[in-house]
């Protein structure tokens, strides 16, 4: 009865959150099935490295990262998604030499993005911009305690306006930790990192939420049979994270597969694969699969928790 009602909230929560988003054409491009594709819309050029890409909550805009292979720069673009597929990249931000990792809340009224204090990406910290009449506010950092002396990276963020985000600061297990904060009052509360059986010494980061927080889809270098920076999913269970599971050999590589972010209708994962961090490279791409893996592998995680 347990494992019942378990699969039944993790299924209607999924149907509840992402319903609003079901008109998605995705540039009329034939979705994947269970093996992923690359995300190629006439309006990215093959030459172009691309880092991060998602959608607004109401399926209305499409955000991507253009960069190179030596991060000497990166560029935050908006896609207006109209009914004649013309579709001109608008430029955000162009006073941001180095912006990352772009997320619009669950409301749709805010665009967070990763950005340096200087023209270094090795430091970097969490901006938020308003939605205004004609788009975006000047972005701004967010304050403490979220940002810090150290680095806070990859921000996602649940519907009950719960922050999702990596930092290296102190007392963590690892390299990078994913660490959480409630948003009560109008403010976002100490963060809370989210212990051992998510991070590792490893480097543990890039968190998506699910908006009803049902399950976390991260990037991480822990041990696996791929040799690169590999995707994997957590399920929360009595506000406790199961043990993370690689989404296996069909969507994790040898190369970097990173920065996961699913549709707003619940339907595909996006994510970048990238050859290596730095240097001479083939042009990172975005690539997305179907979420049918979720379902699997949440039985699989209760199955655990069971034994």
């Known amino acids: 009865m347990k494992n019942l ?49 998602c959608f607004s909550a109401d399926g209305k805009e499409f955000y991507y990262i253009e960069t190179d292979g030596n991060w000497s720069y990166s560029k935050l673009f908006q896609i207006k998604i109209n009914e004649d597929n013309h579709h001109i990249p608008l430029h955000l931000f162009p006073d941001f030499n180095l912006i990352l990792v772009p997320f619009v809340s669950p409301d749709n009224q805010k665009l967070f993005f990763i950005s340096s204090k200087s023209d270094s990406i090795i430091s970097g910290d969490i901006f938020v911009s308003e939605r205004i009449k004609n788009g975006w506010s000047n972005p701004k950092p967010l304050a403490e305690p979220i940002n810090s002396a150290f680095n806070e990276w990859e921000v996602s963020v649940a519907k009950n306006g719960t922050l999702y985000f990596s930092s290296d600061r102190p007392n963590g297990y690892g390299t990078m930790d994913i660490y959480k904060s409630e948003f009560k009052n109008g403010q976002f509360q100490e963060p809370i990192n989210l212990g051992k059986n998510i991070n590792t010494e490893s480097l543990d980061e890039c968190a998506y939420i699910a908006p009803d927080e049902s399950y976390m889809i991260f990037n991480s270098w822990k041990e696996a049979s791929q040799k690169g920076n590999n995707l994997y999913i957590s399920f929360n269970k009595n506000d406790e994270w199961t043990k993370p599971l690689n989404l296996g050999d069909l969507i994790n590589t040898d190369q970097l597969d990173i920065y996961p972010n699913v549709s707003p209708d619940g339907k595909y994962l996006f994510f970048t694969r990238r050859e290596k961090p730095y240097g001479p490279q083939q042009p990172s791409k975005l690539y997305w699969v179907k979420t049918s893996f979720i379902d699997s592998l949440s039985k699989q995680a209760h199955h655990i928790l069971e034994d």
């Open 5 to 53: 009602v378990f699969f039944l909230v993790v299924f209607l929560n999924t149907i509840i959150c992402f319903s609003q988003s079901e008109s998605l054409n995705y540039f009329d491009l034939e979705p994947p099935k269970d093996i992923p594709k690359q995300f190629n819309p006439d309006f990215i050029p093959d030459s172009c490295f691309v880092q991060n890409g």
